[in-house]
């Protein structure tokens, strides 16, 4: 039978349950308590995560359950730290949330961009840029991006605009432009470009290159001074 009393001081040393350090019965190890606190019998300071709804329990050799009702202040606040460090292992094993970065042209989201008018968007491109819009755009450039334009509006719902080819490799990179695919000639082939809002104030030309880069393989003959002569077999 388990019962609740107040420790009397008379009773044999308790048995502490395992895991909360004591006398006997568990590990050996029992927080320090001030001398001016009052202790369990034997002179076993009460043990470690025995705190329940600011009581501590422990059980002494007669089987016999003995709640003290009003523990010292300092095993409060260590079953305090113990809840949280519990609370922060299950918060750390929980399975967090996939988050995606927020794409932003010099600070302005992609939204923002799509509604500003042409100074407001010119004001934030480089000064080449700049430049290069103040002065206006050419006819050609123009109609490139209403070819644009007419390839998203045909295009069904989430799938990709067909390809418009060009020749305008000076074309500067636009909000606007973002989602279409471009055909950017190279002096020989037209290299398909999905425009994405990396590109924004980039060149069209930088992202189709107009030649093959080099792959060096092992050298020929002759190449060094020591394969110019060909031991005899």
């Given at each position: 039978?388990?019962?609740?009393?107040?420790?009397?001081?008379?009773?044999?040393?308790?048995?502490?349950?395992?895991?909360?350090?004591?006398?006997?019965?568990?590990?050996?190890?029992?927080?320090?308590?001030?001398?001016?606190?009052?202790?369990?019998?034997?002179?076993?300071?009460?043990?470690?995560?025995?705190?329940?709804?600011?009581?501590?329990?422990?059980?002494?050799?007669?089987?016999?359950?003995?709640?003290?009702?009003?523990?010292?202040?300092?095993?409060?606040?260590?079953?305090?730290?113990?809840?949280?460090?519990?609370?922060?292992?299950?918060?750390?094993?929980?399975?967090?949330?996939?988050?995606?970065?927020?794409?932003?042209?010099?600070?302005?989201?992609?939204?923002k961009l799509l509604d500003m008018g042409t100074d407001e968007l010119v004001?934030?491109?480089?000064?080449?840029?700049?430049?290069?819009?103040?002065?206006?755009?050419k006819r050609k450039s123009l109609a490139l991006i209403k070819k644009l334009?007419?390839?998203?509006?045909?295009?069904?719902?989430?799938?990709?605009?067909?390809?418009?080819?060009?020749?305008?490799?000076?074309?500067?990179?636009?909000?606007?432009?973002?989602?279409?695919?471009?055909?950017?000639?190279?002096?020989?082939?037209?290299?398909?470009?999905?425009?994405?809002?990396?590109?924004?104030?980039?060149?069209?030309?930088?992202?189709?290159?107009?030649?093959?880069?080099?792959?060096h393989g092992r050298p020929g003959i002759g190449a060094s001074t020591s394969?110019?002569?060909?031991?005899?077999?």
């Amino acid at each position: 039978v388990r019962v609740r009393v107040r420790v009397p001081f008379s009773l044999t040393p308790p048995v502490f349950p395992r895991g909360c350090g004591g006398v006997s019965g568990g590990s050996k190890a029992s927080l320090p308590l001030p001398a001016s606190l009052p202790r369990f019998p034997g002179g076993a300071s009460a043990p470690r995560g025995c705190v329940w709804k600011g009581e501590v329990a422990v059980r002494d050799r007669v089987g016999r359950t003995i709640v003290w009702e009003h523990p010292p202040p300092h095993l409060v606040a260590t079953r305090k730290q113990e809840t949280k460090a519990d609370a922060s292992i299950e918060m750390a094993d929980a399975p967090k949330k996939r988050t995606f970065k927020r794409f932003t042209y010099r600070g302005v989201e992609i939204e923002k961009l799509l509604d500003m008018g042409t100074d407001e968007l010119v004001e934030l491109f480089p000064a080449r840029a700049r430049r290069r819009f103040q002065r206006g755009l050419k006819r050609k450039s123009l109609a490139l991006i209403k070819k644009l334009r007419i390839a998203k509006k045909q295009a069904p719902h989430g799938e990709r605009p067909d390809a418009v080819r060009t020749h305008l490799r000076n074309m500067i990179i636009v909000p606007e432009m973002i989602g279409s695919v471009v055909g950017v000639y190279n002096g020989k082939t037209f290299n398909q470009v999905e425009i994405k809002p990396e590109m924004i104030g980039h060149y069209l030309g930088e992202f189709s290159i107009t030649y093959k880069p080099v792959g060096h393989g092992r050298p020929g003959i002759g190449a060094s001074t020591s394969s110019r002569f060909i031991p005899l077999k």
